[in-house]
């Protein structure tokens, strides 16, 4: 039996307040959209917000979401879409994911 390969999405807190994140975990259990590579040996293990700006708290969280396993972290369709209020800060937490040896994938749902 393969080893799971281990994802996470991180969300803007700001669109969190409205948004339960159906639209992406639709997508990865449909494995369509920006989840269309995956198969069933791929577990979402971590879903979180940003923590708000800057973004603070995906530093504290990218050692702890290494230690669980986890090799990819999607950035939301909400952080990078026109349709939502643009993410300031977008580049810093994708550096701070990529710093911490963790790949990024832009996009979950559109």
Known sequence: MPDN?????????????????IGC???FNEKTVAFSDYDENTEMTAFFTCGGCAGRRVFRLARSLKKHGV?????????????????????SIRQTLENAGIEVVEGTHH
Not at 5 to 21: F, L
Not at 71 to 91: A, N, W
């Open 71 to 91: 090799e990819t972290v999607h950035l939301s369709s909400c952080m990078q879409m026109e349709i939502y209020p643009e993410c300031p800060h977008v580049d």
């Open 25 to 27: 975990f639709r997508a």
């Open 5 to 21: 390969k281990k994802i996470a999405v991180v969300r803007c807190a700001i669109v969190a307040e409205t948004c339960p994140g």
